[in-house]
């Protein structure tokens, strides 16, 4: 019987380790109490994602972490960097009657990288970050309405939202 209660114990220890709920790592040094989130690099030719990009990952770091965030990256313990590698606008509906787009995909590319400042030694890279987001395009042009903008906005905002879920997770 004693042998049997060990045994089950053992098996009990066993199947919890190694899980945890997911949000809950964070894989950053301890050292790290300030970041810096400087402007993302685009060279693409769609600028409405990355202009609200870096005010939105501030507002999810303060939010979501414990770390301060400062604006001069010289004052920053990690710096928090990001390129727009590509951006990809393309149909994905079209009217039957018209044949003219009423739904479209936007696909982005992104690289983000998390460096310690005074080390520059890599903290979290993510080289190939894919985020979508769908929109419907109005097919009659009197009721047109550019429904670009609020989807930009909307995957800026998905964008920050796994940024920052990616530096806790460093997946």
């Avoid at 919890?16 to 685009?42: E, R």
């Avoid at 030719?45 to 979501?64: G, N, Q, V």
């Avoid at 010289?74 to 960097?81: E, F, N, T, Y």
Wanted: proline residues 6%; positive net charge.
């Amino acid at each position: 019987m004693r042998r049997e209660l060990l045994l089950l114990s053992l098996l009990a220890g066993l199947m919890g380790c190694g899980y945890h709920v997911a949000g809950t790592a964070d894989t950053i040094p301890k050292t790290v109490k300030t970041v810096a989130v400087v402007p993302f690099n685009n060279p693409t030719t769609r600028y409405r994602l990355t202009d609200r990009l870096p005010a939105l990952i501030a507002r999810e770091f303060i939010s979501r972490t414990r770390y301060q965030i400062v604006q001069n990256p010289a004052a920053a313990d990690a710096v928090l960097q990001g390129q727009v590698l590509s951006i990809v606008v393309f149909p994905t509906i079209f009217d039957p009657i018209t044949n003219r787009a009423a739904g479209v995909e936007v696909v982005v590319n992104l690289s983000v990288q998390l460096k310690e400042r005074e080390t520059g030694k890599l903290l979290v890279n993510q080289p190939g970050f894919t985020m979508r987001q769908r929109y419907e395009i109005s097919t009659d042009p009197a009721q047109y309405f550019d429904e670009s903008t609020p989807a930009f906005q909307r995957l800026s905002v998905e964008v920050a939202r796994r940024v920052v879920s990616a530096v806790l997770e460093n997946f």
